[in-house]
Every structure is written in C-alpha cells, then in structure tokens.
C-alpha cells in the first residue's frame, strides 16, 4: 500500500479494523428486541464484531433457555442475523461457556467424552503375596475442581497395573527406585492380580481409565466435556452442529458474513481423580509410535496432582536420583504426545470442518494445560491471549507472538477482565492495550458486554452483570464514558489499521519449548507477607513496570529498543518456514538471529540451525538463563548449558552434543555464560536492531511494520504510573520522509525532529526523535520512496493557563425498572427487567479545577459526566496557526474537547493533548466533557459491600474477604493550559 492510501485508510477505517466485543448474553432470555438494540448499541458506538455466549443466569429455567435449548437457537441466529446486517463479525463460542464443546449426545463413559487416567495405590510389603481384584477407583470420591461442575461417572477401564520398590516419601507419593519397577499388566485376569513382592517396600500402582465427568452451565440438558485427545470428540462436535446447530437459516446467515467464526476460550479442563493425567483410548498406542517405547512402566512418574493451571502440576512419585533425567524426559514425551493429538485430533479437523461452513476458528491455544504452548499455532486462523492471566505484561504477550508472526496469523487478545469492576478510570485499559500494541496484538476483543437487562431475580443497577458482578469490567452502555466510545474505538482501529499493514518486522526469535505455563502470572496481588494488593498497583508498578520480565529476564535487548519474541523450535521443522534473505522467514517476521538457552534442545532443530548457520543465520546460545515456572509460589529455573540435551527419552544425546559443536564452530555462531552477555554477542555477530535506539531506554516499547517503502514505527512509554517524560531517538533503516500520524484525528503531518546518518556499509538510516510521556504512545511511518528531508524538533511556545472553569456535572444513579416482555407463540411469554439510569444535573458554577469530590454541591458519592467551559483570549492567532491545548490530567476518563462549538477530538486518557488550528484572534470558547468510572457512586450505594474478592480468596485466606475500594478522582484536574507550535 502506497502512503496515500495508507493515509486514506487511516483516517477513516472500515469494520474490520474496529475492536469487537466479548457479549454475555443471559442464556436465551434476551428478547429479539433487547438482542437488536444491544447490538445497534455496540455498532452505534464504534466496534466491529460479536463474541457471544451464554452465561449461567441465575431464576431462569434452564431447560428452556440454555445452550442448546430452542430459545438459545433461535437468540443465536438473531444475533447472526443483526450482526451481519450491520457488517460486524460474529464468533461463537464452541461449547456451553468455554472451549469445552459440551454435548448432551454424550456421557462420560462415550468415547466423545473427555477422559482422565486415575490410580489406585496398594502398600504390599516384601516377601508378601497379595491376591485377588485390584483396587478400584472410587468414582464417588472426588475433589471438588474450580474448573467447571462435576457429573456422574459410572464406569471405569482397566489399563494397567505397576510395581515399585519404595525408597522414600515425597509431597504426595513416594521416591520410587526406578530400575525395581515392574509391569504387570499382563498377569491381570479379569481385573485379579496374584503376585509376590520382593524383598523392600513395595507400592501397586493400578491406573483405570474413566470419563472426567465435567459438565457446564448454562444448558438446556447436561452436556458432557468432550475429548481432545481421541479422534472421537472432534467428530461428535462437527456431528453435533452440522446435524442440530446448523439450521439452514443459520448456514444462511454465516454465508453472507464474511468475518464469521468459531471462538475457542481458554481450555478449562480438568482431571478431577488421584491420578490427575489427561487420557484417551488411543493413548498409550500413539504414545509407544511417536516415542518409541511403552509408556506403561513410568505411568507411576506421571500421576501428578494440579489445583487448576498446568503450571501448578506436582508430581505424586519421584525417581531415584541416578533416574531424575530419564523421568523428566519422559514427562516430556507423555505431554508432547497429548499435544501431537490436540493437533492431529481436535484442532485440524475442526478448522477444517469450520472452513468447509465457511467460518475461520480463533483460539486461546494450550495454555493452562499439559500441551505445548506454541506448536498448536499453525492449525488455526487466529491465536488469542487474554489480559486477565497475563496481566500487561509484554514478556508475557511475546510468548504467542512468536507462531502468530511466524505463520501470519491474527494475534488478538480477550481484553479488560479483571476482578475492579466499576472501579478503575478508562486509562488503566488503554494501558492495557497500549502495552498488546506493542507485542503485535491488532485484534483486541473487549471483554466484555452485557445488556442491562436480565432475569428479574437477579438484575440490579447498573444492569444485569453477564461476567459475574465479582469479575470482568464492562465495556457498555451502563458505563458513563460510553458516550466517548466513538472517539475511543475510532482511536484504536486507526491503530489497528497501521499495524495490520504489511509484515512484522521482529529482530530476534528465542527458541523455547514449554508444556507448563503459568498463564496466571498476571493473576497474582499478594505481596510478599500476604497483603492483598490492588490490581492497578500490581499492572502500574510491578513485574516489567519494575524490570522484572519473566520468561526473558536479561532487559539488554528491549532497552536497546530491539524487539523478540518466543516459540518452540520444532516450528522450523515445518516445510512452511525458511531461511532466505538472510532472515527466518522473511516474508513474517524476518528474524535476524535466533537465541538457544534453555538446557533441552531438539536434535532435529539442532541439525536445522547448524544448516541455516552454514549460509548465514545468526545464532547465539546463552548459558545461565532464568525464567518463570510458577509465580505464585516463586517457583523459577536456571538453565546450565544450553542446547546440554534433548528432550525427551529419544537417546540422542550424543548427537545433539556433536551438532552443537559444530554449530558454535562457526563464525555466524556465538556462545556467552551470561544473559547481560547477550545484546554485545549479538552485535559482535552483526545484529543492529531494525528500530533500535541512539541511547540504551528504559521506559519505551516499539513495534515495527513493512509495507513496501512504508516503514511503520508504534512507540509506547509504558512507565505510565512511575516514569517521567523521556526524549528517545530511534533508528529506522533507510531514508525518506516521517509522518506523525495521529490515531485521536486521524490526521497526519510531517514529524518534526528527523535527521538522516547517511549511507555506511548498512545502508543510511533516518533517526528519529520522540518526547513520550507517561503512558502515551505515539505512530510514526517512513516512506522511502520519498525525498529525504531533516527537521528540529518542535517547540511549544506558553500562551495562557486556563484555571478557572464552568462546571455542569451530570450525576448517574438508579432509576425505575423497566419491564421487557415477549411472547414468541411458544406458550409461554418471556420476561426482562431493565434497569434504567436516572441522572441529576448539579450547577457547580466557576471553580478552579479539583476533583469532583472536592467540588462544593458535588462530592464523593458521584459518578458521571462533566461538562467544563473557559475561554482563551489570543489576540495574535492567525488563520491556520497551530496550538496544543494540554488539558494535563482527566484523571484517566475518557473525554473530548470542542473549541468555539467546532467538532469534538477525542483525548488520550493518558496524554489529553489537542492540535488545533481552530483559534481565532479574540476570546475562544473551549469546552471539555469528560466522564468517570462508576466507582463511587456504587461505593456509596454499598455495591462492594458483598462482593467477594476473586483473586485475593484463591490466595487461600481463611476467611472471605470483600472488594476494597475507595472514593477516586474524578474530572479534569489540569492543569489546562494552551501553547503555540513553532517549528
């Protein structure tokens, strides 16, 4: 795309670009005309597609109103319908509330049916004989699970029978001497087992294999959890929609949307018995053809028990210390083969029976389960992460950055859970997106919506919650700053729309297999002596915002101003990915080395970086890396060498040792003992950072984009609680002209502060200079098809301060109920409460600017918005004549500003800053609206009172405790005051 069309795109950018909305409908109780002006809303106010689902609604009847039930159906093709006619984008969401695709066409002991692998232990002494049936599980005796609800399981299989020798006790098991073990399955008749102990203390292990049994709500019958190992469950799931779900209206619909899809949430499934292993009837026999052994002799070493999140895994049995590596290499194995089946049997087949109905599936890929986090990312159309368990951390976000660039995948992120709802200003989400901008996430889905309206037994004001009124803020209409949402999603799908255009320029691939991640790193707000910490201190103030990234701990590279991200580096094994150019794949994200630093390394991937090394490629292995196992309990590891060993049983170490010395032989090739090693290495290797700084910063992220001889620079100071306003110059290869482009307008003007360093061996660079303040970013392009042309910075000549101000706040509170009925001639009428907003307007007159508490006739039980009116007196503007009105701080809420009763810009929540060229000599009237949270006007109305802390409880305190907040700021605080651009 030429910089016209870029410009034009920019300025004005259609559907696809605008951010899209998570809805949480109530079941199927929304009525047709609820369901139509909600969706009227979202378009209305600025956001381009659907994510809808069904949450369990708590006095309505499930049986006629959940998923599955006519009166879902028929809500779903509404939705479709309403969606499409409007150009948005629709997803569902697979399954009953998460990734679970749910089925009542099954039960627990279906081979459809998720299934888990459970163990029952037996003390037999030595020298003893013990006789007859092996103990079953108890399938009545389960420990109840945080992760969806728990149905019958009547049945239970036979798989096999081990015996250990014990040498000692763990947490939860035992040390087992791993050459005593014995596999006795075949002396099993008919469930019966006689066999003599030998000499020690001995353990049977007997593992049966039964469905999980897990269930979710809301749905019109019990539909059970399907299986993702066995090829089994995917089929039950595509026979399901294509033969109940797929109405030929409904395949009418998803034809005439050309953004419909599939949305898989986050893979909350579990394991509920003793032996906590995922399991399926294939297993074992796939486990045996991809490793190359049985499996069945170390099942003791793979029982394990989880609270919820892979990352939380402890093992039952632990080997004796001359075995610990050949366990942990089977542990390995065990959890690549799950995720080879996840792969093979659950996400091809269904991506492709979507593509055949002509809808694309977007997933939150492995994490939270024993599978790979980044191998699964080829096999669907879009990778989604989400804020709520990675916090606004970039390290975090880099984790699927890796495939989703690799691959030229849609990376979004499921944006703005968290457990404040109502309470924090508009900033701390922006933050939030600013900080995903800046991995590479263009696709944002706000989570969430929900209509006010809802079941009568349950709907209060502000509306009917949707999420839980304890977790996940609202991004509707009951918000005050929804007035402002126009200007915002605009904002952001100019942001969007540039950082789509051409390919991610990515500097430094890391090359990181992990089957554990702790996807709740971003969860965690207890300090160190158990003090509940508010999330907005923990996101402002914490981890990266305190230099402390998790899974890339050394800060060399990003202070540089170079970019990377990670991946498993079985990834470059795919036909799909090359080396040319100089590059890894040069048509993504082109990157210039490759790093190696954990201890296990691939033996395959090994021989695939020694070629690509020979012809060119940068590869740097780094010894001593430390990175995160688990957060909660600060769990971390230290790798040895890298690349000291393989993963998994295959006996091929000795090879890998032998390839990676011929790998670090070569020139393109470097090794370093240290991780503060790493940027100097890499420059001594040749690497220069596409958009790399003059000067080492410790405060700003970039992202960079190619589109021809369009280069596409977005900045971001993400210090936005603890920094101050920073100077940086950043590099960018080649030379042309430099755009500001600004996403608030969608105006575009040259850049003031470029120089040209003109051509040495590299080529000439432009450099680029950017005053970023806290929490703002900036987009910047380079068009290199252009003239060169150097320029100063700007400078901002004072013109007057605006103290005073007349203030008119609109105060938000409760007002009658409204009552929404509908009778569809199916027998029975279908009833909505909605609450509705009565708002009172409160004169303050002149004032200096303060918080609306501190207003007179105001104060702290209010929310709203305020509208604010001054006038400037410039005598000496002249026509066209640029200013910068500074409104300094709307204490984070969203807002916009009008002079003399032009059209209203819309403000950044971290830097309101306006360009104006609509002052005239003489007096000037400027008027600023800005809106608040909710937060103290429910504060005042009890709201919090029972409102349980979600995440503060999971810490394990004894007691439940409640949301704690407290009256905030609210309003524009300045100080206001107005400059001239001299340039």
């Given at each position: 795309?030429?910089f ?6 920019f300025?004005?950018?259609t ?11 109530a079941?199927?109780?929304?009525t ?6 909600e969706?009227?809303?979202m ?5 381009g597609?659907i994510?809808?689902?069904?949450m369990?609604?708590e006095g ?6 959940g ?11 509404v939705?479709v319908d309403?969606?499409?006619r409007?150009g ?18 099954i ?12 163990v029952?232990v ?8 013990r006789?007859g ?7 009545a005796?389960?420990s ?8 019958a ?5 036979f ?15 035992n040390v087992l001497?791993?050459?005593?073990v014995?596999?006795l ?5 008919d469930?019966t087992?006689?066999w003599?102990?030998?000499?020690g ?5 007997a593992?049966?294999m ?6 979710a709500s ?18 039950a799931?595509?026979?399901y929609?294509e ?7 409904l ?9 419909a899809?599939?949305y898989m949430?986050?893979m ?17 026999e796939?486990?045996?053809?991809r ?23 402890i ?33 091809r ?8 109905h002509?809808m ?7 994490y ?9 990312g080829?096999?669907v159309?879009?990778?989604?992460t ?8 970039i390290?975090a976000?880099r ?18 859970a ?17 900080t ?6 263009t696709?944002?889905v ?13 709907t ?9 009124p304890?977790f ?8 005050p700053g929804?007035?402002f949402?126009?200007w ?15 390919r ?9 297999t992990d ?19 508010a999330?907005?201190?923990?996101y ?6 305190n ?10 590279m ?5 970019t990377y991200?990670?991946f498993?580096?079985?990834l470059?094994l795919?036909?799909d ?8 794949q040069?048509?993504g994200?082109?990157y ?7 201890d ?28 995160l ?6 769990r ?7 690349a000291?060993?393989t ?18 032989a070569?020139p393109?090739?470097a090794?370093v ?13 040749g690497?220069?950072?596409r ?11 970039t992202h960079l984009?190619?589109d021809?001889?369009?280069l596409?620079l977005?900045?971001?100071?993400f210090l ?11 590099t ?8 500001r ?5 969608g105006?575009?003007r ?5 120089r ?12 680029v ?5 806290p ?5 910047l ?13 700007a ?13 008119t ?12 009925t ?6 029975y ?5 909605r609450?509705?907003t009565?708002?009172t307007?409160?004169?303050?007159g002149?004032?200096t600017?303060r ?20 006038t ?15 409104l300094?701080?709307?204490c ?23 360009r104006?060229?609509?002052?005239r ?5 400027v008027t600023?609206r ?14 919090y009172?029972?409102?349980r ?6 810490e ?15 309003g ?5 005051r107005l400059f001239?651009?001299?340039t």
């Open positions: 795309m030429d016209a069309s870029t410009v034009t795109g300025a004005e950018p559907i696809e670009y605008r951010p899209d909305q998570r809805w949480w409908l079941e199927g109780l929304h047709d005309a609820t369901l139509r002006t969706i009227a809303a378009h209305r106010l600025g956001f597609g994510e809808f689902l069904a369990d609604e309505v009847d499930h049986a006629r109103y998923w599955g039930a006519e009166e879902w159906v028929h809500d779903s093709q939705v309403e969606a499409t409007r948005m984008a629709v997803s569902f969401t697979s399954g009953t509330n998460w990734a679970n695709a749910n089925l009542p066409t039960t627990p002991e279906s081979p459809a049916a998720a299934k888990e692998l459970n029952t037996e003390e037999v002494a030595g020298g003893a004989t006789t049936a092996l103990r079953r599980v108890d399938l005796a389960f109840p699970s945080v992760l969806g609800h728990r149905g399981v009547s049945e239970q299989t798989v096999a029978v081990v015996a250990a020798r014990v040498l000692g006790t763990t947490e939860l098991g001497d791993v050459d005593s014995v596999d399955t075949a002396d099993v008749v469930e087992l006689d003599t102990a030998p000499e203390d001995w353990r049977l292990y593992h049966w039964h469905g999980t049994g897990q269930t809301p749905s019109a019958s019990v539909n059970y959890t399907v299986n993702y190992l066995d090829r089994d469950g995917v089929d799931v595509t026979d929609w033969h109940e779900v797929l109405t030929p209206q395949r009418a619909q998803i034809a005439a949307n050309p953004r899809q599939m949430d986050s909350e499934l579990t394991a509920y018995g003793e032996g906590g292993m995922f399991w399926g009837r294939t297993v074992a796939e486990f045996r053809a490793r190359g052994y049985d499996i069945t002799p170390w099942l003791p070493f793979l029982t394990r028990r989880v609270a919820m999140m892979a990352s939380q895994t093992y039952r049995n632990e080997p004796d210390a001359a075995h610990a590596g050949a366990v942990e290499k089977v542990r390995f194995d065990y959890v690549a083969t799950l995720t080879d089946l996840y792969i093979e049997n659950m996400l087949p269904f991506a492709a029976f979507l593509h055949h002509g694309t599936l977007r997933a939150e890929i492995s939270g389960l024993p599978f790979e986090l980044t191998r699964p080829p096999e159309d879009g990778i989604e989400e804020s709520l368990e990675f916090g606004a951390q390290d976000y984790l699927m950055a890796g495939p989703a660039h690799l691959f030229g995948k849609q990376y979004s992120s499921e944006t703005g968290t457990t404040r709802n109502y309470m924090l200003d508009h900033r701390f989400y922006d933050q939030i997106i600013a995903q901008l800046a991995a590479g996430i696709r944002t706000l989570h969430g919506w929900a209509s006010p309206a809802g079941a009568r037994e349950t209060r004001w502000p509306g009917h919650e949707g999420m839980w304890e996940s803020e609202r991004f509707d209409t009951r918000q929804a007035e949402y126009p915002w999603t605009t904002a952001l799908a100019r942001c969007q729309f540039l950082l789509r255009q051409g991610p320029r990515i500097d430094v691939g890391i090359l990181r089957h554990f991640t702790d996807n709740v790193s971003g969860m965690r707000f207890v300090d160190d002596d158990g003090t509940r910490v999330d907005e201190v923990a402002g103030m914490w981890w990266m915002r230099r402390q990234n998790h899974w890339w701990a050394d800060l060399g990003q202070d540089a101003g170079w991200e990670f498993d580096g079985s470059l795919r036909d990915v090359r080396f040319a150019d100089g590059v890894v040069p048509d994200p082109g210039q080395a490759l790093i190696v630093y954990q296990a390394l691939d033996a395959d991937v090994a021989r695939r970086l020694l070629g690509w090394a020979r012809a060119g490629l940068q590869v740097l292995l780094v010894d001593g890396s430390r990175e196992v688990e957060l909660q309990t600060r971390y590891r230290t790798h040895g060498a890298a000291a060993r993963h998994g049983l295959d006996g091929r170490d000795d090879e890998l040792t032998a390839t990676i010395a011929e790998l670090v070569l393109s090739v090794r003992g240290d991780p503060a090693d790493t940027v100097a290495a890499l420059r001594r290797l690497v220069t950072g958009a790399e700084f003059v000067e080492d910063n410790r405060s700003v992220l984009r190619e021809g001889d369009l596409h977005y900045a971001y100071h936005y609680d603890t920094g101050e306003p920073v100077d940086v110059d950043v960018l290869p080649g030379s042309g002209l430099v755009h482009l600004d996403a608030w307008s105006t575009t040259p850049h003031a502060g470029v040209v360093e003109r051509a040495d061996a590299a080529g000439d660079r432009t450099v200079t950017l005053r970023l303040h929490g703002e970013t900036a987009l392009t380079l068009d290199r098809s252009a003239d060169a042309a150097a320029s100063e910075p400078e901002l000549e004072w013109v007057a301060d605006l103290p005073t101000w007349d203030v706040v609109k105060s938000w509170d409760a007002g009658p109920d409204e009552t929404i509908e009778d569809r001639g199916l027998g009428v279908s009833e909505e409460v609450p509705t009565t708002v307007v409160i004169e303050v002149p004032t600017l918080p609306w508490h501190a207003l007179p006739g105001v104060g702290g039980e209010v929310s709203g918005v305020a509208e604010y009116t001054a400037v007196r410039v005598d000496d503007a002249q026509p066209g004549q640029t200013f910068v009105l500074d300094g701080s709307t984070g809420g969203l807002g916009w500003v009008r002079i003399n009763g032009g059209t209203p810009v819309g403000v950044d929540t971290s830097r309101p800053v306006v104006t060229t609509e002052l000599a003489g007096e000037n009237t600023v800005v809106a608040s949270s909710l937060n103290n006007r429910l504060l005042a109305r009890g709201y009172d029972t409102l802390d979600v995440l503060g409880n999971s394990g305190w004894a007691e439940p405790r409640m949301q704690q907040t407290h009256v905030r700021d609210h524009l605080l300045g100080p206001v001239r651009e001299r």
